[in-house]
């Protein structure tokens, strides 16, 4: 079935001189590989994103006139087919946008600006913006300000202390209804350094949409540390699994919370919390440390009807000495209860041992339409799957 979204236009603005970044022969930051196994620039891993964004329809490239084969090559060979032109910036960022703006063909409803320079994008990121534009006709990525922020004088002496809490830094995609941002245009003066002033010199709103901090644009030599840091950064993934027996007098827990089940819960010589077995598993997989039965065997008293919320932080702890756990995703397999109103309450748990957020943390519940020994109402299974990622960086 087609979709039906308004019709967007990516505007990917990499005419940057790059000359904070110091490179040879005046080459620029686009043409820099970021993989050296598959040989793909930053460029093309920034376009590549947009172009399999189900809500762009087509994207033009403002870069320097000496880029411009090299960037056409890399296009044509990557096959991103929605590149529909490849055109000169200018002087400036808004000679640059404006240039590609008057490219746009008329059917196109919103424009979506870009640095191709900030290459960590994400799909989810550039959908939620894209969305929130579609709503308010002018939306940017950003994310709040966590450092403490001071305003500083003469011989760099704090004068005060700024409330961050009014604070955002502002990232692209910038989006914006076209006919809001060419009316803009007329209004704004040529310094401007992101696309949100020439809409605020309209007086119209710009939604700031929360996005990932790992947005970062690529603009000197301290980036492309960090870069080099994400090629070489390795990520593990475990799989974790663990069923138990139902009975009568027992408390049923479920990611550390007691679920309401008539008396009957999990047997087991903890409190058989097969989800945060099925995790420890997941996450001791991942990290290649064995499995639960070597960290707290059933024949040791000490673990008798314990908290497996105790269990989980212990091998929290041990992970996150060598590791960074990226995200986690659970299922539930029972044909009663229904979860659905307490998957809050587990993510929270386990958000708060794990030390992730809980958009990082996925729980499912499955029924198996009475198939099997979970079918039957006889007992719970869980199977856990999770991501970890080495801390080198």
Not at 51 to 57: A, E, G, L
Not at 182 to 206: F, R
Not at 245 to 263: F, Q, T
Request: include cysteine; glycine fraction near 8%.
């Amino acid at each position: 079935m087609q979709n039906k979204h308004p019709k967007a236009c990516a505007i990917i603005a990499a005419a940057g001189k790059s000359s904070r970044m110091n490179l040879a022969d005046g080459m620029s930051k686009q043409l820099l590989e970021i993989n050296k196994t598959n040989g793909k620039t930053v460029i093309e891993q920034t376009v590549t994103v947009f172009n399999s964004c189900v809500y762009i329809d087509e994207i033009i490239i403002a870069a320097r006139n000496e880029d411009i084969e090299k960037i056409r090559e890399i296009v044509k060979k990557a096959n991103l087919n929605k590149v529909i032109n490849i055109i000169a910036g200018g002087e400036t960022r808004r000679e640059s946008v404006f240039n590609a703006v008057g490219k746009v063909r008329d059917y196109i409803d919103f424009i979506a600006i870009h640095d191709g320079a900030r290459c960590f994008i994400s799909h989810e990121d550039i959908e939620k913006v894209m969305l929130k534009a579609f709503e308010t006709g002018a939306a940017a990525a950003g994310t709040k300000i966590t450092d403490t922020i001071k305003l500083i004088g003469e011989n760099n002496n704090i004068i005060r202390t700024v409330d961050r809490d009014l604070l955002w830094a502002v990232q692209t995609p910038q989006i914006f209804s076209i006919d809001l941002y060419l009316s803009g245009l007329n209004k704004c003066g040529d310094n401007i350094t992101d696309d949100c002033a020439v809409v605020e010199s309209m007086g119209h709103p710009v939604s700031i949409v929360e996005c990932s901090k790992y947005n970062i644009k690529i603009t000197d030599t301290q980036d492309l540390k960090f870069l080099e840091g994400q090629k070489n950064m390795r990520y593990k993934t475990g799989h974790g699994y663990d069923a138990h027996r139902l009975g009568k007098d027992r408390k049923l827990i479920l990611g550390g919370v007691e679920i309401p089940n008539e008396n009957v819960g999990l047997i087991g010589h903890s409190d058989a919390d097969v989800l945060i077995h099925a995790l420890i598993d997941a996450m001791l997989g991942a990290a290649g440390l064995g499995d639960i039965g070597e960290y707290f065997p059933d024949n040791d008293e000490k673990y008798k009807n314990i908290s497996s919320l105790i269990l989980l932080d212990e091998i929290a702890k041990i992970i996150k000495k060598d590791y960074i756990i990226s995200n986690i995703d659970c299922t539930v397999i029972l044909e009663k209860p229904k979860l659905a109103k307490y998957k809050k309450a587990i993510k929270e748990k386990l958000g708060e041992i794990l030390g992730i957020d809980i958009k990082d943390i996925n729980i499912k519940a499955k029924t198996e339409e009475g198939l099997g020994f979970t079918g039957t109402g006889e007992g719970i299974a869980a199977q856990a799957i999770c991501l970890i990622q080495e801390r080198n960086i």
